[in-house]
C-alpha cells in the first residue's frame, strides 16, 4: 500500500503555530489600538497581493509588472457599486473579484501574445490604459480622483469602532481565504501540474501539460483575487484617484520586493517577505527617496546572490516548510512471507 | 491642412520614440534582455546633459559629444558588472535586476535633482520655423532631431549588417555559445551591445529634454513608448522601429488633437489594435 502525503513534521508545527497567530490576529481589535489594527490590515492586503503576485511570477513564470491594474480595478468597481448603484461595499468587494476576472479573459488573449520580459512590459501598458481610462471617468471624479461618501460609510456600520474592527476582521478573513485557496490550487493536480511548470516548462509539456492553459487559468485566477483586495484597498483608504489605484510602486515595486526578499516560487516567501518589508518601513521610512533606493538595491542583490529568498535559504538548510505542500511517497512495509 | 500639419508633427515626434526604441531592440537582439531601466536612463541622460549644459555653459546640443560617451560608459560598466551575471536561461533575474535599477535611477535622481520640472534650451533654434507648403510649417528643431533619429538607425543597420562588431552581434544573437566556441568574449561583446544602446539612449535623452520638460518620474512612460514602437515595428527589425515610432507618434498627435486627454490613450489602444490584428508586428525580422 502506498499513499502520498503533504506533510512533513515542520509544516505540522508551522501549522500548528499558523493556527496560534491566526487566533491571536482574529482576537486584534481586543487587544490592539487603532494604529495597530490599521498596520496589520494593511498588512494583510500586502500578504495577499504579494502570495497572487508569486503564484503568477513565481510559479505560472508570469512576470507581471502590471498587477496594479487589478488592484486600481477593483477599488474603481468598489466605488463605482457604492456610489452609483448603492451597493453596500461589502457586497461590492465580492462582486469586484468576478469582475475583475471577466475583464482580464480579453486582457490576457491580448497580452499572452507577447512572450517573457515583454509580456512584462505588456502588463503595464494595459495598466497605463486603465490608469488613462479611469481619469476619463467624470463621475468618479476623472483625474483628481473621489472619496466614499459619509453615507456609504455610516451604512457599514453605526460606530466608527464597529467599521474599523469589520474592515479589519474583513481584510483578514479574505486574506486567510486568499491564501487557503493558493495553497489548496497547489495541493490539487493541477498544482502539480504548476510545480512541473515552474521547475522546467518543457518537460511539463511532454508529460501532458498544457502549459498554455494552465498559465491562462492562473492568469485570470491571479486577476479575481487581486481585483478583490484592491477593492478592498480603497476600502480602508476611503478615497481612491487613478494615481494611487493605478500605482506602478505601491503595487507592483513593493510586491516584487517583498516576494523576492521572501523567496519567490515558495508560498511561505510572500509572508515572510512582508513582514521584512514593513518593519524596514516602519524604521527606514522616513529617508524618503534614500529608503527605495535601498529596497531596489537589495532586491538586486538577493535577486544574485539568493535567488530564493530568504525563506529559500532556511527551507534548504533545514529542510522546513511551514505548509504541507511537498508530496512524499509513504511506502507501507508488506510482511513478507506469510505463515 | 491641419490634419497634414497634425500628421506631420506626430512623424516627427515618431522619430524620438524610434530612437528609444532602437536602443532597446538593440539589446533584445544581442542577448534578449528586456531592460526595464530602460526609461529612467533615458532621464538620466538628460540631467547628465543638464549638468553639461549648466557646468560647461554650452548649449545642450553641444552636449551631445560629451554625453553621449558618458553614457556608453555608464552601459559598458553597467553590462560588465551587474546585467552580465543576470543573464541566463531564467526570465526573472534580468526583469527584476533591471527593475530594481530602475527604482535605484529613479530616486537617485529625485535624490539630487528634486521632483521639480527641467527643461534644457538650445536657443533660437527652438522657434525657428520654415514653410515647406503653402500652410505647413516645420520647426528646425524637430526636423533636426528626426534626421539624428534616422541618421542613428541608418548607422544601426549598417552597423549590424556591414561590420565585424555587427557580425559579433549577430553570432551571439543567433547562438551564444557557438560564438563563444569561435573565440568571441561574449561578456564583452554584450557590454559593447549595452553601450551603444545607452549612446542612442544619450542622443534621445537629449532631444527629450530640449522638446519637453522633465522629471525624475518620467522613465517608465519613455520605456512604454520604446517597447510600443518595437513592437508596432516588430521584433528585430531596425528599419521597422523607426516605422513603429512614427505610428506611434501619430497615432498621439492625432489623438491629442481629438481630445487633449486621448493623447497617450490612442497611442496605447493603436498599440493593442496591432498587437491583436498582427501581433509579429509590421516588420518582423525574428520571431518570440
Redesign the interface.
Known amino acids: 500500500m502506498t499513499r502520498v502525503e503533504h506533510a512533513t513534521q515542520s509544516s505540522r508545527i508551522g501549522v500548528a503555530l499558523i493556527a496560534i497567530a491566526l487566533i491571536v490576529l482574529a482576537l486584534a481589535p481586543y487587544w490592539g489600538d487603532r494604529q495597530t489594527l490599521r498596520l496589520l490590515a494593511e498588512i494583510y492586503t500586502f500578504v495577499a497581493l504579494a502570495s497572487l503576485w508569486n503564484l503568477l511570477?513565481g510559479y505560472a513564470?508570469l512576470?507581471s509588472?502590471g498587477q496594479q491594474a487589478f488592484v486600481g480595478l477593483g477599488g474603481y468597481l468598489l466605488f463605482a457599486f457604492a456610489i452609483l448603484l448603492g451597493m453596500h461595499p461589502i457586497a461590492a468587494i465580492l462582486v469586484a473579484g468576478p469582475i475583475g476576472a471577466l475583464v482580464a479573459v480579453p486582457v490576457a488573449a491580448?497580452?499572452f501574445?507577447?512572450?517573457?520580459?515583454?509580456f512584462?512590459?505588456?502588463t503595464?501598458?494595459?495598466a497605463?490604459?486603465f490608469r488613462?481610462?479611469a481619469?476619463?471617468i467624470s463621475v468618479l471624479g476623472g483625474?483628481s480622483g473621489i472619496s466614499l461618501p459619509a453615507a456609504v460609510v455610516v451604512a457599514m456600520a453605526p460606530s466608527r469602532q464597529m467599521r474599523e474592527f469589520e474592515t479589519y476582521w474583513l481584510a483578514l478573513a479574505l486574506t486567510i481565504v486568499v491564501l487557503g485557496a493558493i495553497v489548496g490550487l497547489l495541493r490539487s493536480r493541477h498544482g502539480l501540474a504548476l510545480t512541473a511548470i515552474r521547475d522546467d516548462e518543457m518537460a511539463a509539456e511532454s508529460v501532458g501539460i498544457s502549459v498554455w492553459r494552465t498559465k491562462f487559468i492562473i492568469y485570470i485566477i491571479t486577476a479575481l483575487g487581486t481585483a478583490m483586495i484592491g477593492a478592498l484597498i480603497f476600502l480602508q483608504k476611503l478615497r481612491i484617484s487613478p494615481d494611487t489605484a493605478f500605482s506602478?510602486n505601491d503595487w507592483t515595486?513593493f510586491i516584487?520586493f517583498i516576494t523576492?526578499i521572501g523567496g519567490?516560487g515558495r508560498v511561505e516567501g510572500p509572508i515572510v517577505g512582508t513582514i521584512i518589508f514593513f518593519l524596514l518601513r516602519q524604521t527606514l521610512a522616513d529617508l524618503g527617496?534614500?529608503y527605495?533606493?535601498m529596497?531596489?538595491?537589495v532586491?538586486?542583490v538577493v535577486?544574485?546572490w539568493a535567488?530564493k529568498g530568504l525563506w529559500g535559504l532556511v527551507a534548504e538548510r533545514f529542510g522546513w516548510q511551514a505548509l504541507p505542500l511537498q508530496r512524499h511517497l509513504v511506502l507501507e512495509k508488506e510482511t513478507v512471507g506469510k505463515p | 491642412m491641419q490634419w497634414f500639419n497634425i500628421v506631420l508633427q506626430g512623424v516627427l515626434i515618431g522619430g524620438l520614440y524610434a530612437m528609444f526604441a532602437a536602443g532597446l531592440s538593440l539589446i533584445f537582439g544581442v542577448m534578449r534582455l528586456v531592460n526595464i531601466a530602460h526609461g529612467d536612463l533615458i532621464v538620466l541622460a538628460a540631467y547628465v546633459s543638464l549638468l553639461v549644459t549648466q557646468g560647461m555653459g554650452v548649449n545642450p546640443l553641444v552636449s551631445l559629444p560629451l554625453v553621449v560617451p558618458i553614457m556608453a560608459l555608464v552601459g559598458y560598466g553597467l553590462q560588465r558588472g551587474l546585467l552580465n551575471r543576470t543573464l541566463g536561461d531564467d526570465l526573472l533575474p534580468p526583469l527584476l535586476v533591471t527593475f530594481g535599477l530602475s527604482i535605484i535611477i529613479q530616486n537617485g535622481l529625485l535624490e539630487l535633482f528634486t521632483a521639480d520640472s527641467r527643461r534644457l534650451h538650445a536657443g533660437v533654434i527652438e522657434i525657428q520655423a520654415f514653410e515647406l507648403l503653402q500652410g505647413v510649417w516645420i520647426g528646425v528643431l524637430p526636423l533636426v532631431q528626426f534626421t539624428i533619429a534616422v541618421a542613428v538607425i541608418a548607422g544601426l543597420q549598417m552597423l549590424f549588417y556591414r561590420t565585424e562588431l555587427g557580425r559579433a552581434f549577430r553570432a551571439t544573437s543567433d547562438d551564444q555559445s557557438m560564438a563563444q566556441l569561435t573565440g568571441l568574449d561574449t561578456r564583452h561583446v554584450f557590454a559593447v551591445a549595452m553601450a551603444l544602446s545607452l549612446a542612442v539612449i544619450a542622443i534621445a535623452g537629449v532631444f527629450l529634454a530640449v522638446r519637453t520638460n522633465f522629471d525624475p518620474a518620467i522613465g517608465p512612460g519613455r520605456l512604454i513608448f520604446g517597447f510600443e514602437a518595437v513592437i508596432i515595428g516588430g521584433l528585430g527589425s531596425v528599419w521597422g522601429t523607426l516605422a513603429g515610432g512614427v505610428i506611434l507618434g501619430v497615432s498621439q498627435a492625432v489623438g491629442a488633437q481629438i481630445d487633449p486627454g486621448w493623447q497617450l490613450l490612442a497611442g496605447h489602444l493603436v498599440f493593442l489594435v496591432i498587437l491583436a490584428l498582427r501581433p509579429q508586428g509590421l516588420f518582423p525580422k525574428v520571431s518570440g
Open positions: 511570477a513564470g512576470v509588472v491580448l497580452i501574445r507577447l512572450r517573457g520580459a515583454y512584462a512590459i505588456g503595464w501598458v494595459v497605463e490604459v488613462l481610462l481619469s476619463q483625474g506602478v515595486a516584487i523576492v519567490i527617496s534614500l527605495l533606493m529596497m531596489g538595491a532586491a538586486i535577486m544574485l535567488p
